[in-house]
T-cell receptor, first 113, second 110 residues
Framework: DAKTTQPPSMDCAEGRAANLPCNHSTISGNEYVYWYRQIHSQGPQYIIHGLKNNETNEMASLIITEDRKSSTLILPHATLRDTAVYYC??????????????FGKGTKLTVNP | DTAVSQTPKYLVTQMGNDKSIKCEQNLGHDTMYWYKQDSKKFLKIMFSYNNKELIINETVPNRFSPKSPDKAHLNLHINSLELGDSAVYFCATHAGSPLHFGNGTRLTVT
């Protein structure tokens, strides 16, 4: 799986948009970009994923650059409960029924009141 | 209902003991995993099972033995526990994407 680079930490004011960047310059054509987050003392939680097009769901938006070498996760109105470590992962579609997600260090997002 | 549940949530034990961690999922997924998160917070895959068959084994010491009695359960048995086994162990499942994780078992070996 391709490697990703994320800033180790970011701060955001409550109610403002949080924009979390991720570089994945060696991504392959069939690899998806996934975002998970881990709130303290909990298991990782899936947020969103995409291949080429921008994606939006009830939790966040994912903006992928045209060359696919980087992406940005956007939490439109961050709340204190969004304080967590956010992981950006790239992976090819699973084969043989198993996923092998490779987690990096992620970005520790702190939402301040 | 919790989709992926692990027991116990906390486990403190002494070196050399044998212990088991249990995982149960009610999502009907075919594939289950064990991940380990060490003190540096790196989350690494250990094993995956698909329909009760071992698919991935990431060079984990053979003191660790996963067992899947049925599709809804994947247990992790650890023999001769060592200090370095202290970590948080996460169970996960999926059918397609994405992965669904449990809330972890914090194992402390003293």
């Amino acid at each position: 799986d391709a490697k990703t680079t994320q800033p180790p930490s970011m701060d955001c004011a409550e109610g403002r948009a949080a924009n979390l960047p991720c570089n994945h310059s060696t991504i392959s054509g069939n690899e998806y970009v996934y975002w998970y987050r881990q709130i303290h003392s909990q298991g990782p939680q899936y947020i969103i994923h995409g291949l080429k097009n921008n994606e939006t769901n009830e939790m966040a938006s994912l903006i992928i650059t045209e060359d696919r070498k980087s992406s940005t996760l956007i939490l439109p109105h961050a709340t204190l409960r969004d304080t967590a470590v956010y992981y950006c992962i790239v992976r090819a579609p699973s084969q043989g029924g198993s996923e092998k997600l490779v987690f990096g260090k992620g970005t520790k997002l702190t939402v301040n009141p | 209902d919790t989709a992926v549940s692990q027991t116990p949530k906390y486990l403190v034990t002494q070196m050399g003991n044998d212990k088991s961690i249990k995982c149960e999922q009610n999502l009907g997924h075919d594939t289950m995993y064990w991940y380990k998160q060490d003190s540096k917070k790196f989350l690494k895959i250990m094993f995956s099972y698909n329909n009760k068959e071992l698919i991935i084994n990431e060079t984990v010491p053979n003191r660790f033995s996963p067992k899947s009695p049925d599709k809804a359960h994947l247990n992790l048995h650890i023999n001769s526990l060592e200090l370095g086994d202290s970590a948080v162990y996460f169970c996960a499942t999926h059918a397609g994407s994405p992965l669904h994780f449990g809330n972890g078992t914090r194992l402390t070996v003293t």
